[in-house]
């Protein structure tokens, strides 16, 4: 794990010696780790994040599981304000050690993910947070209630095809 690969949320946790009955971790983010996340995600902010999640396995093959929790600011598409939203994402996730891969498992199929890697002994939650935090925002969130108001002709509702056709119309009465 150098420097340049982590974000601006690392928390390696050592999966040498995890005990028999598994153990349980917490990441807590900083304000500096929620702005630096906020400015990756192009967010307005982030004020609340954390990650609980439970490791158990072996040094050469981990499972993760937990929730990430998050309170976040985001900016609606429909009117363009700023608006908080809360995010709950549930975790579950391998990991192998280099070489102890998917070879020992047989895929379970078109939904099989392969296990990521231990890097030097450790597995990162805070990347872990960080990652599950990004697949938990809506692409394009709306403000609740918010709606999208069409300003068009009434409560007629005017087909792409009727557009082309009045363009098609006029150039026809130009041309003769």
Do not use: N, W
């Not at 985001?74 to 700023?82: G, K, M, N, P, S």
């Amino acid at each position: 794990m150098t420097p340049e690969s982590v974000g601006p949320l690392s928390r390696p946790v050592s999966v040498q010696h995890l005990p028999p009955g598994g153990l349980e971790v917490t990441v807590e983010t900083t304000p500096e780790e929620r702005a630096a996340l906020a400015k990756d995600f192009s967010l307005p902010g982030i004020h609340v994040l954390s990650g609980r999640f439970r490791l158990s396995g072996t040094p050469k093959r981990v499972h993760v599981e937990g929730v990430v929790s998050a309170r976040v600011a985001q900016i609606c598409v429909v009117t363009l304000e700023a608006f908080d939203d809360s995010i709950e994402e549930e975790v579950e996730v391998d990991f192998a050690a280099p070489g102890a891969g998917s070879a020992a498992v047989a895929p379970e199929g078109p939904g099989y993910e392969p296990p990521d890697e231990i890097a030097g002994g450790h597995v990162d939650l805070g990347a872990l947070t960080a990652e599950f935090l990004a697949l938990g925002l809506d692409p394009y969130p709306r403000k609740p209630g918010a709606e999208f108001a069409h300003e068009g002709q009434g409560d007629r509702e005017e087909s792409p095809f009727e557009a082309l056709r009045k363009l098609k119309a006029q150039g026809s009465a130009r041309e003769q």
